[in-house]
C-alpha cells in the first residue's frame, strides 16, 4: 500500500471515529431527555465508548466533556465542509451537525406531543402478552412513580382470539427487586366493563409497610403461557413544585421559565420543562441539574429564542409538563402539569442566532 493511500485511510479513520463519537454523544443526550436507557443498549455503549459520561451523572467536570465534544463535532464538520466533492453522506452529516448546534444541548425541539421526553418517562407502560391460540393479556399500572401514601391502581384485562375482552379471575403476585415477593393482589371488575383493577396505598401491604425499590405485578392466568408483569417505583418524596411560576425574557433573547419547588432532603435534582404554543402544539423542552438543600428555590429553565423562533407562532407559550427526579436507589420521579402561561411575546423579540455557528 502507497504512503498516500495509508494517509487516507488513517484519515478516513479518524473521521469515522469522530463522527460515531458525536453520534454517541447525540444518542446519550437523546435518551438522557426521554427516558430510561435499555441495559444491554448501555452495557454494548459502555463498552464501545467508555469514557462517556454516565446518564445520570451530571457533573462539572461533565461541562468540559461537552465542550470537547462540541469541538470536536465542529472539527469533523470542517473538515468535511473543506472537501470540494461531497457525497450524499457528507451533506447527511453537515446537516446533522447543523441542527445539533441550532440549540443549545439542554435545549430540544418537539415536532409533536408524542416526542415529549417527559411523557415519554411518564407515560404508563401498557404490555400486551398473546398466547399460542391467540388469547391475549394486557396488563399496566396508572403510573410508574410512586411516593409513599399515593394511590397506586393497576388495570388488566384478557381478551380471546378475536379480540373481544372475556371474563377472568385474575390475582397477582407483587415482587420487590425481582427476589422478595410481598403478597398476592386480587383484581376486581366493579363496573363490569371486564377490565379489572386492583387498588392500594403505595408504600403498604395490608397493613404493613413496604421498602423503597422498584415493585413487580405478575399475573399468570389459567391460559398456557399467557402471563406478564408491570413495573413501578416506590420512593421517598423528596421534592415538588409549589405551582408558583414566573416569565421573563432574557438580555440574550431567550424565554426565562423560573417554577418554584420545595426540596424537602438534601440531594442532586435534576429538572425539565416543555413549552407548547397550546395543549397540541409543542415547541421544545429544557432541562437543568442543581445541587440543592432542604427549601424554597426558584428553578431556572432557560428556552433557546430560535428554538421559539422556529415553532413560528407568537407568545402566550403554555408550560405544559414540569418534572423532578433525584438520583437515588430508587430514583425519585414526579410529574407536574402548571397549566401555566406566558406573557405576550412576538417572535420578533427572540435571539435568531444559532447556538453555535459552523
Known sequence: MSVSSKQRNKRRTALVVSVLFIAAAIFFWRVGNSGDLPTAVAAEAKTVFPSLPKQVEIKESQVEKEELVDDESIKVWQEIQAR???????????????????????????????????????????????????????????????????????????????????????????????????????????????IYEV?????????????????????????????????????????????????????????????????????????????????????????????????RHWIPFDFYGLMIRDADQDGPYLVKQLSISRVTVPRTERLFEPGYYTERYSLEQFNDTPYKEL
Request: hydrophobic fraction near 35%; proline fraction near 5%.
Open 84 to 194: 470540494p466533492v461531497k457525497t450524499e453522506l457528507h451533506q447527511s452529516l453537515l446537516s446533522d451537525l447543523a441542527k445539533f448546534h441550532r440549540y443549545p444541548p439542554e435545549n430540544r425541539a418537539i415536532k409533536n406531543p408524542s416526542q415529549d421526553p417527559i411523557t415519554q418517562t411518564h407515560a404508563p407502560d401498557q404490555r400486551t402478552t398473546h398466547s399460542d391460540n391467540g388469547d391475549a393479556l394486557t396488563l399496566w399500572t396508572e403510573r410508574k412513580f410512586y411516593s409513599y401514601g399515593e394511590v397506586l391502581r393497576a388495570y388488566a384485562f384478557q381478551t380471546d382470539s378475536d379480540g373481544a375482552k372475556v371474563p377472568a379471575d385474575l390475582t397477582a403476585l407483587m415482587v420487590l427487586d425481582d427476589q422478595q415477593v410481598v403478597g398476592i393482589l386480587t383484581f376486581s371488575d366493579t363496573n363490569g366493563d371486564l
Open 199 to 295: 387498588e392500594m396505598e403505595a408504600g403498604s401491604y395490608q397493613g404493613q409497610p413496604l421498602p423503597a425499590g422498584i415493585y413487580k405485578i405478575i399475573v399468570d392466568t389459567d391460559i398456557d403461557g399467557l402471563r406478564d408483569a408491570a413495573a413501578f417505583t416506590l420512593s421517598e418524596d423528596t421534592g415538588s413544585y409549589t405551582g408558583n411560576l414566573r416569565d421573563s425574557l432574557t438580555s440574550e433573547g431567550n424565554l426565562l421559565i423560573e417554577a418554584e419547588v420545595e426540596i424537602l432532603e438534601q440531594g442532586r435534582f435534576y429538572f425539565r420543562a416543555s413549552l407548547y404554543n397550546d395543549e397540541q402544539s409543542s415547541i421544545g423542552t429544557t432541562q437543568n441539574a442543581l445541587q440543592l438543600p432542604p427549601g
